[in-house]
């Protein structure tokens, strides 16, 4: 540290500065005090990037953000003023030396046991900053601060502000890189969209300069442009790495982010072996020496000119010289805030000998929960409104189609006239979709599901209360709007709640029991609420789930609309909505006739024409609905493909229950539960038992092709019961080995196509997923109608309910085809591992 200048400011905000601790490409960083005696890194802004209201934004927006970042191996931001005529932030004060200074000047590389340590603190650190919803961006050996106990990593989170500025003269006046050439991600030179994967090759890159001394790619003074070429083309030189831990760096330095493992997996892989400290014997004594040298540091006042005396005045002989006051600094100082800097943390080591803060409860971002318990309450109340909200959607669509013959007999409608009932909900639901998830990035998911809940509770209530199939038409068609909205906000909320393994696995898992079980609640529900009241309320007990959902989605944290910096894209949202529009259309068409028709040929291959030309433009464009990646990674595509056929094979199944209850055990409670109960008890253990478990110990494609082995073979059970059809006998056995196969499979394959996607396109992936989902169920529909409706209109009239019965048979067959399909689709292509605590990984 260094003495201060007389140019220096003598306070900011509430800390009183005594040193300098350096310069960094933002500002100044000084040694400060409270008035409390904690004593704290305070980072000044440079006055040029001060002056831009863009950088201001963010800056304040990225500090907020920060501010939430927990860990034992990170520097709490404690306080900050981005309003201040000069912008600043306050940080723990680690007192140690930077892992550079430990390199290159005190000791030289590490030994192996330290580099493990490193590795496994290190990324212990990026997956709280990951689960804060940041990404670090300049995560170097300079930024690593070294002490007894373990590294720090600091500075996390405010490099994004730096962003705003790329765009304008500033980053040709200064020449200013975001991020440090040596330490720098491929897609980090090449311009792309940053994802917490390019903090993992960062790290590969310190812990390669840690174990050797040396950059990853060798020195830069060949040239800038040299150097980010072999980052971006050339594979790294190991030489000198330990051997046990090359794999694992190599792992990290993969071109591909989607290769690389999440910081929750380094951490796993780096498990310190061995007790004692961390650090050889020389580098910790010197670690002793730096703080004693801190507690003896006594800050002297910058020395400035005294102020000459005019000439028609005197001194004052009663003024002693020594109280001249220096020169007024150039800073503005800001007005004093509490004495006590958020976060109200204890007194570090080098002020042990001073009193301690009075805590203070941490700072809390306005409609944000506060740093650490409250946090997680939130993580609860979002899964509990998301995978309610799901399951109302589910259970809304399950107990109307049991509803139908009521409706049918009660307004008077033609069995001509319930086609277009089924066919405005599937249109405007599946159409929607995409146009659900872009929302939910643009405006928040929070507010997206305030209005999909305020949405599907005034659909359903319209609805219920129908005097005439006009007024149900419209209402099913709001319903379907809402429920996209619904669907794809609750998922992104859930995707992006954690970062950490067990808290991710285990939502996955709530969420999935909710949706695939959500069919099932519908029909056991839907059996007294049909026996005993009337059809109306079939639509009224979703409406009232939504309107109790609506408070407790009030208390969910406020997101800032700008904050992912997500801009709209119209042309993407129209050829995806009008794609998905003229696909489930013309699916419908043919579902309710029966047979394939000219509308039915022009609307898919529009709907296919458009969707095409929606995946070209995602490719290309420079702000797209959802980042090209997600649709060039077999694994994720792999994922989609096996939840499509899924799809087919859920809806084989639902299906052929609800005609088995209806038309055969006349809706009777005992045989319902019989059936449903097995199939609900099966999907909870599946999903929060078993894949919940353990989806960071097994490779998600093992999870979800023996999930979908098992449903299948439950589904086989069904379809070659004693009558042809289902078989009592072996109902508990064979729907509890569906239900538990549908649910291990569920978590891996949501697990594999929302984890790495950045949190801005999060609600984006959420459509993807239930887009997959949705044209899966319209596949199996337009099937029903081919293998049952046209089978039953060929048959004779005395024979018609034996053919539905064969009918729905054959299609439990086609239901078991299509869940070895998806089996086999899940085991070949899903090949990577999945990663621990995605959240926004990769």
């Not at 330490?183 to 940053?194: D, I, T």
């Not at 009193?355 to 306005?366: I, Q």
């Not at 464009?621 to 990646?629: F, I, K, M």
């Amino acid at each position: 540290m260094d003495q201060l200048i007389v140019e220096d400011p003598t306070r900011i905000g509430p800390y009183r500065l005594i040193a300098r601790l350096g310069a960094g490409g933002m500002g100044l960083v000084y040694l400060g005090r409270s008035e409390g005696g904690r004593t704290v890194a305070v980072k000044v802004v440079q006055a040029e990037y001060a002056g831009n209201p863009e950088f201001r934004r963010r800056f304040a927006r990225e500090v907020a953000a920060a501010r939430r970042v927990g860990g034992s191996w990170t520097a709490a931001v404690l306080d900050a003023d981005p309003e201040a005529a000069v912008p600043w932030v306050a940080t723990q004060y680690i007192p140690g030396p930077d892992l550079h200074a430990v390199v290159a000047k005190d000791f030289g590389p590490l030994p192996e046991h330290s580099v493990r340590t490193l590795a496994n603190r290190l990324a212990l650190a990026l997956g709280a900053v990951h689960e804060a919803g940041l990404i670090h961006r300049d995560l170097k050996p300079s930024n690593v601060l070294v002490t007894v106990d373990g590294p720090r990593v600091i500075d996390f989170g405010i490099a994004r502000a730096m962003d705003s500025l790329a765009g304008d003269s500033l980053l040709t006046h200064t020449g200013m890189l975001i991020g440090s050439a040596g330490f720098m991600s491929p897609e980090q030179v090449r311009g792309l969209e940053l994802t917490p994967a390019s903090d993992v090759f960062c790290l590969g890159a310190v812990l390669v300069y840690a174990a050797t001394g040396r950059l990853l790619f060798g020195a830069a003074d060949t040239g800038l442009n040299a150097h980010l070429f072999r980052v971006a083309e050339e594979e790294a030189d190991l030489t000198g790495v330990p051997e046990t831990l090359a794999d694992l760096v190599r792992d990290c330095l993969h071109k591909d982010p989607s290769r690389r493992p999440t910081p929750a997996q380094v951490a796993e892989r780096t498990s310190p072996d061995r007790d004692g400290e961390w650090l050889p014997g020389t580098v910790l004594a010197q670690l002793g020496r730096h703080a004693a040298k801190l507690l003896d540091y006594a800050p002297a006042m910058p020395a400035a000119p005294e102020p000459a005396p005019r000439p028609d005045t005197q001194p004052d002989p009663r003024v002693p010289a020594a109280r001249a006051h220096p020169l007024p600094p150039p800073y503005a100082p800001t007005a004093p805030a509490d004495a006590t800097p958020a976060g109200g943390f204890g007194p570090p080591p080098d002020v042990r000998h001073e009193a301690p803060p009075t805590p203070t409860p941490p700072f809390t971002p306005p409609g944000q929960d506060p740093v650490g318990a409250p946090r997680g309450a939130g993580r609860r109340r979002g899964l509990l409104v998301a995978s309610l909200a799901q399951l109302t959607v589910v259970l809304a669509a399950t107990v109307f189609t049991m509803a139908m013959p009521s409706v049918q007999s009660d307004l008077g409608v033609e069995s001509s006239g319930l086609s277009p009932l089924f066919t405005a909900y599937a249109v405007s639901f599946g159409a929607l979709l995409l146009l659900g998830g872009h929302l939910a990035d643009l405006m928040g998911r929070r507010r997206s599901l305030l209005v999909g809940l305020l949405g599907f509770a005034a659909a359903c209530a319209l609805g219920g209360s129908a005097g005439d199939s006009g007024t149900l038409f419209w209402a099913r068609v709001v319903q379907g709007a809402s429920a996209a909205l619904l669907t794809t906000a609750g998922l992104a909320l859930v995707t992006t709640g954690s970062s950490d393994t067990g808290r991710r696995g285990r939502a996955l898992g709530v969420y999935a029991a909710f949706t695939c079980g959500g069919s099932a609640v519908g029909l056991l529900l839907g059996v007294p609420l049909l026996q005993s009241l009337s059809w109306r309320w079939c639509l009224y007990a979703p409406a009232a789930i939504a309107v109790l959902l609506l408070p407790v989605a009030l208390t969910l944290p406020r997101e800032d609309p700008g904050a992912s910096g997500v801009r709209p894209d119209v042309p993407g949202v129209l050829l995806g909505t009008g794609g998905l529009a003229a696909l489930t259309y013309g699916l419908a068409e043919i579902e309710s006739g029966g047979t394939i028709n000219l509308l039915a040929v022009l609307l898919l291959a529009v709907g296919a024409g458009l969707l095409a030309g929606f995946l070209w433009r995602q490719a290309g464009a420079s702000g797209p609905l959802l980042a090209p990646y997600v649709f060039r990674d077999r694994n994720r595509v792999g994922a989609l493909l096996t939840l499509f056929l899924v799809g087919i094979g859920s809806l084989a199944l639902f299906s052929s229950l609800a005609f088995y209850l209806q038309q055969i055990a006349g809706y009777q409670t005992d045989e319902t539960w019989r059936y449903l109960l097995p199939l609900l008890v099966g999907t909870v253990i599946g999903s929060t038992q078993v894949s919940a478990r353990l989806l960071h110990r097994a490779a998600p494609q093992v999870l979800i092709a023996a999930g979908l082995v098992v449903a299948a073979v439950g589904v086989l059970v069904l379809a070659t019961g004693d009558n042809g059809y289902l078989s009592t006998g072996l109902s508990l056995p064979s729907m509890f080995l569906t239900g538990l196969g549908l649910g291990a499979a569920l978590v891996p394959l949501l697990a594999t196509v929302t984890a790495g996607v950045a949190p801005r396109y999060a609600g984006a992936a959420s459509a993807a997923v239930a887009t997959a989902q949705q044209l899966g169920d319209a596949i199996g529909g337009v099937l029903l109608a081919m293998v049952v409706v046209v089978a039953a209109r060929s048959a004779e009239p005395d024979d018609q309910y034996q053919t539905l019965v064969e009918g729905y048979g054959t299609f439990l067959w086609c239901g078991f085809g299509a869940l070895l399909l998806a089996a086999l689709a899940g085991g070949l292509l899903v090949t990577a591992r999945e990663p621990r605590g995605a959240g926004p990984a990769r």
